[in-house]
């Protein structure tokens, strides 16, 4: 598999868009492999990201999630999610250039009703509401600017997300 081919397919999107748990139902229909940036970074660390931010700070984290991205996209052939923001670096966005990039796209209602009150998301622990919205408004061109496709994810389930990006995968 050529390093265009893989992985099978690389999901952005903001907090609450559902890169997770759709590309979790994703790959399961595709038969391949999972794997989220979020999960390497905190295996990597040995504690959560919440605590990364408390104890580094976001700088380091960034750092992380850009060495995490680097080699999830040298290494894995399934379905990698990414983390929200790791469209903010320019190295990661340059690296998804030649990679299928499906951009999970949710209006804040929703993604506010997905991520609840923040716990487990540093950067959404005061002012939830306002900080996903700026966030959101921030990261959308940034998304965008990578994807090759985009799907909304409004008021749907995981499952009929996924079979949305499938037919995508294919052309």
Same mark, same amino acid.
């Given at each position: 598999m050529s390093a265009a081919t893989r992985p099978v397919c690389v999901l952005v999107g903001a907090? #609450?868009?559902? !890169?997770?748990? =759709? /590309?979790?139902?994703? *790959?399961? @229909?595709?038969?391949?492999e999972f794997?989220?940036?979020?999960?390497?970074?905190? +295996?990597?660390?040995? !504690?959560?990201?919440?605590?990364?931010?408390?104890? @580094?700070?976001?700088?380091?984290?960034?750092?992380?999630? +850009? *060495?995490?991205?680097?080699?999830?996209?040298?290494?894995?052939? #399934? =379905?990698?999610?990414? /983390?929200?923001?790791? =469209?903010?670096?320019?190295?990661?966005?340059? *690296?998804?250039v030649g990679h299928r990039v499906v951009h999970l796209s949710v209006e804040l209602t929703d993604a506010v009703k997905r991520v609840g009150l923040g716990i487990g998301r540093p950067l959404l622990t005061i002012n939830p509401r306002a900080t996903l919205k700026h966030l959101m408004d921030q990261r959308r061109p940034l998304y965008a600017e990578v994807a090759t496709a985009t799907v909304m994810t409004d008021g749907r389930t995981p499952e009929e997300i996924a079979?949305?990006?499938i037919p995508l995968l294919k052309r």
């Open positions: 907090p #609450g868009s559902g !890169k997770t748990t =759709v /590309g979790q139902v994703l *790959a399961a @229909e595709l038969g391949v794997r989220d940036t979020d999960a390497d970074i905190e +295996r990597q660390a040995g !504690k959560p990201i919440p605590e990364i931010f408390v104890d @580094e700070g976001e700088a380091h984290f960034r750092t992380l999630e +850009r *060495a995490a991205v680097a080699a999830a996209l040298a290494s894995c052939d #399934g =379905v990698l999610a990414l /983390g929200g923001g790791a =469209v903010l670096a320019e190295e990661n966005r340059a *690296a998804l079979a949305e990006i």
